[in-house]
């Protein structure tokens, strides 16, 4: 299986900060990666696809970039309501695999 | 609008089956550009495909290999809902079930979950 690492698993940042989370797949993957948001006791949210495609109705602050086996999700000025942990996943191939998660915390 | 509606016991004993049910609004689970899912998050496993079912002119199924030999997953296309079954459960199935769907062609493939179900605890004890 592909094993997908996010890195940092826990991040402190400011409202207003610019932030980046890395994702790095084993093996290459193209672009067939997703980022998700999660809060506490909620179901994730879809934001980028594709590794680089904005999904309809998700803030323009949001953006993807990498192909390969390294991906970053920027997030190019934190709102209050961004703070949640967010997840990788690849979906190149059997199984699907997610990362481990990073939380995103208030400073 | 697309809407996945979870049901099923928040409680299963060890050595019993999890049954879940998810009922779909907004879209068809014969689809032909759907690929109906069932997830699990836990501490301890993090998030876990554990498999999916789809229909492009006749039914299709894969699960993953870790829960392969046990689970199962069924349209019923009477209700325009899928379902799991997990037999022979133990205290590390526990964890937070959600149904999802993901999108593909006529050539199906592997995708992102655009569309959740709310998730379902279950937990498993005696």
């Known amino acids: 299986a592909i094993q997908v690492t996010q890195s940092p698993s826990s991040l402190s940042a400011f409202v207003g900060d610019r932030v980046t989370i890395t994702c790095r797949a084993s093996?290459?993957?193209?672009?067939?990666l997703a980022w998700y948001q999660q809060k506490p006791g909620k179901a994730p949210k879809v934001l980028i696809y594709?590794?680089?495609s904005l999904k309809s109705g998700v803030p323009s602050r949001f953006s993807g970039s990498g192909s390969g086996t390294e991906f970053t999700l920027t997030i190019s000025s934190l709102q209050p309501e961004d703070f949640a942990t967010y997840y990788c996943?690849?979906?190149?191939?059997?199984?699907?695999?997610f990362g481990q998660g990073t939380r995103l915390e208030i400073k | 609008q697309v809407q996945l509606q979870q049901s099923g016991p928040g409680l299963v004993k060890p050595s019993q089956t999890l049954s879940l049910t998810c009922a779909i609004s907004?879209?068809?689970?014969?689809?032909?550009?759907?690929?109906w899912n069932w997830i699990r998050q836990s501490p301890s496993r993090g998030l876990e495909w554990l498999g999916r079912?789809?229909?492009?002119?006749?039914?299709?199924?894969d699960y993953a290999v870790s829960v392969k030999s046990r689970i199962a997953i069924n349209p019923d296309t009477s209700k325009n809902q899928f379902s799991l079954q997990l037999n022979s459960v133990t205290p590390e199935d526990t964890a937070v079930y959600y149904c999802?769907?993901?999108?593909?062609?006529?050539?199906?493939?592997?995708?992102?979950?655009?569309?959740w179900g709310k998730g379902t605890t279950v937990t498993v004890s005696s």
């Open positions: 079912t789809y229909y492009r002119s006749k039914w299709y199924n």
């Open positions: 999802a769907r993901s999108g593909s062609g006529i050539i199906v493939y592997y995708s992102y979950m655009d569309v």
């Open positions: 907004g879209d068809s689970v014969s689809s032909s550009s759907a690929v």
């Open positions: 996943q690849q979906f190149d191939s059997y199984p699907i695999t």
């Open positions: 093996q290459g993957i193209s672009s067939a």
């Open positions: 594709d590794a680089s």
